[in-house]
């Protein structure tokens, strides 16, 4: 079946936790703008509740941006939640994106709390949050570490109490690709009743989050059927938004629902400015020419992108059943 890929930026959140980094209102609205231009679909402008210029970066994001979903991060705790729908009060679609721990440690010396008293605050946190916003992301934070049905439960609950997106972070960079790859299925197929869209979290810039193996997460799902949602933006992994982008869009291509388009790195030219400090380079199968705002150099990575996903479709079409495609 046709599967739509979108980009869920989180570049102006976890992004900014990279050391030095403090974005004031005005900036995260630059950047949220320049993403709305690259095509981004999602873009999480940060976590209200957290301090009053996180709350203000929200709402100048909210007010900034026409067609993106803008998304607020907040704990299942009631001051978080108005925080966040506060903040994104003028957003044209606005999303409260849930969070709370799920694996065992996280549960016990974090949170101090049982596994049944993390399903109820799952629970009447994400049906609190949908009076709130017009939807509502669920994530179990440190997911990889955690136990697959419990997972599941979770998140069975947090759908049923209004939850449209579920998010499985590798939030320690806990999981090589296939390992991950593989949770996702499991926790999939232990709630394939479940109408969602499935998020993943990609946390080590280091080698986790180079092209392929994103692809290699995303291609583990063709035969459940189930939608994927991207995450880039993440504290190491900024950097490769564009890389990230552009992939999707020719993903998408095959599917004529185009997401992104080469912007030969204007994206990250206005994270740079904003950051005051250049953005980490990466290594590993990412060629720097995506780092300069350089349209030819742009095009040159293109013919990359397009050797990769030819690679994929035809991945793709040896391992479909006979009759099926894309």
């Known amino acids: 079946m046709s599967r739509r890929i979108q980009i869920f930026d989180t570049t102006l959140r976890d992004g900014e936790q990279s050391p030095g ?41 909210a007010a900034a941006l026409d067609k993106p979903t803008v998304a607020a991060l907040a704990r299942t705790v009631r001051q978080d939640l108005d925080a966040a729908g506060e903040a994104l009060a003028d957003a044209r679609r606005s999303r ?5 721990a799920t694996s065992p440690i996280h549960m016990e010396r974090k949170l101090g709390l049982q596994p049944a008293e993390v399903v109820a605050q799952a629970r009447w946190a994400v049906a609190y949050a949908a009076e709130r916003a017009d939807e509502v992301e669920f ?14 439960r979770v998140c069975r609950v947090a759908v049923e109490a209004g939850a449209t997106v579920v998010n499985l972070p590798d939030t320690v960079g806990y999981a090589l690709p296939h390992q991950y790859a593989s949770f996702l299925a499991d926790v999939r197929r232990r709630m394939r009743e479940a109408k969602l869209q499935l998020l993943i979290g990609l946390h080590d810039g280091a080698h986790f989050i180079e092209t392929p193996n994103p692809v290699m997460v995303l291609s583990g799902f063709k035969s459940l059927g189930a939608a994927a949602v991207w ?17 999707g869009f020719l993903l998408n291509a095959f599917n004529l629902l185009p ?13 740079r400015e904003a950051w005051r400090m250049p953005v980490i380079r990466f290594e590993g199968g990412v060629p ?17 992108y397009v050797a ?16 099926s495609f894309l």
């Open 96 to 100: 409260i994106h849930v969070f709370i």
């Open 21 to 61: 980094i403090a974005l004031q209102p005005d900036e995260k609205a630059t950047i949220a703008e320049q993403l709305e231009r690259l095509g981004v679909d999602v873009v999480e402008a940060g976590f209200p509740g957290a301090s009053p210029g996180d709350f203000e970066g929200v709402r100048a994001v």
């Open 259 to 271: 997401i992104g388009f080469l912007d030969g790195g204007h994206t990250l030219h206005a994270i």
């Open 139 to 152: 994530s179990c934070e440190d997911a990889t570490r955690s136990d697959p049905e419990f997972v599941a």
């Open 288 to 304: 720097m020419q995506a780092f300069a705002p350089d349209r030819a150099r742009a095009m040159q990575l293109a013919s990359l």
């Open 231 to 247: 995450a880039a933006g993440s504290a190491r992994d900024s950097a490769q938004l564009v890389v990230l982008a552009n992939l």
């Open 308 to 323: 990769v996903a030819a690679c994929i479709v035809i991945a793709m079409i040896a391992t479909k059943p006979s009759g």
